[in-house]
T-cell receptor
Framework: QKEVEQDPGPLSVPEGAIVSLNCTYS??????FMWYRQYSRKGPELLMYTYSSGNKEDGRFTAQVDKSSKYISLFIRDSQPSDSATYLCAMSVTDFGNEKLTFGTGTRLTIIP | GAVVSQHPSRVICKSGTSVKIECRSL??????MFWYRQFPKQSLMLMAT?????????EQGVEKDKFLINHASLTLSTLTVTSAHPEDSSFYIC?????????????FGPGTRLTVL
């Protein structure tokens, strides 16, 4: 069993729709949870990180963590064509900066104008 | 945000040759850099952690004699794939930790696509 499971998609939604991206994990030691966005031929860029259960909001993005279910989500409101990218979840046991990150496979998202 | 570059972005080589990939932090110093590998439709997998001035730490199953890592300065780490074989064909991506930043964040390079013929 993989430590982090993520549906690779592809996922296509119309512009303006709410997007829901999800990951599950098996290692209960994970404490830090991140979402990265990766455009084609670019490196991943950090969108959001959190280290507690609950919701964290940043503009159109909301990260949700449920440690009891080992489930994390990223919601994108009012989706835009510029949101089209691959979204990767990542997790670490301690401080995510100098700690090994365990990634999901990434979900390829396309927002249709 | 901080910028990390990689060179080359794409390389094609013959089986048995060695390939060097550079990872540079352009506007910050990074005592720690990480090397990841991503096969098609698979996760980014950490290969090794590179610490400036000391030996790299390799993940289980990664051959340290095949994947040579040198982190000679605070802005440069190199990964050399020695005696490359077709099964080494992959997307290699580095990240650098900005210890001077507010979140200790890792910043990723754009990746290097290696194809071994």
């Amino acid at each position: 069993q993989k430590e982090v499971e993520q549906d690779p998609g592809p996922l296509s939604v119309p512009e303006g729709a709410i997007v829901s991206l999800n990951c599950t994990y098996s290692n209960s030691a994970f404490q830090y949870f991140m979402w990265y966005r990766q455009y084609s031929r670019k490196g991943p860029e950090l969108l959001m990180y959190t280290y507690s259960s609950g919701n964290k909001e940043d503009g159109r993005f909301t990260a949700q963590v449920d440690k009891s279910s080992k489930y994390i989500s990223l919601f994108i409101r009012d989706s835009q064509p510029s949101d089209s990218a691959t979204y990767l979840c990542a997790m670490s046991v301690t401080d995510f900066g100098n700690e090994k990150l365990t990634f999901g496979t990434g979900t390829r998202l396309t927002i249709i104008p | 945000g901080a910028v990390v570059s990689q060179h080359p972005s794409r390389v094609i080589c013959k089986s048995g040759t060695s390939v060097k990939i550079e990872c540079r932090s352009l506007d910050f110093q990074a005592t720690t850099m990480f090397w990841y590998r991503q096969f098609p439709k698979q996760s980014l997998m950490l290969m090794a952690t590179s610490n400036e001035g000391s030996k790299a730490t390799y993940e289980q199953g990664v051959e340290k004699d095949k994947f040579l890592i040198n982190h000679a300065s605070l802005t440069l780490s190199t990964l050399t794939v020695t005696s490359a074989h077709p099964e080494d064909s992959s997307f290699y991506i580095c990240s650098a930790q900005d210890t001077g930043g507010p979140n200790n964040e890792q910043f990723f390079g754009p990746g290097t696509r290696l194809t071994v013929l």
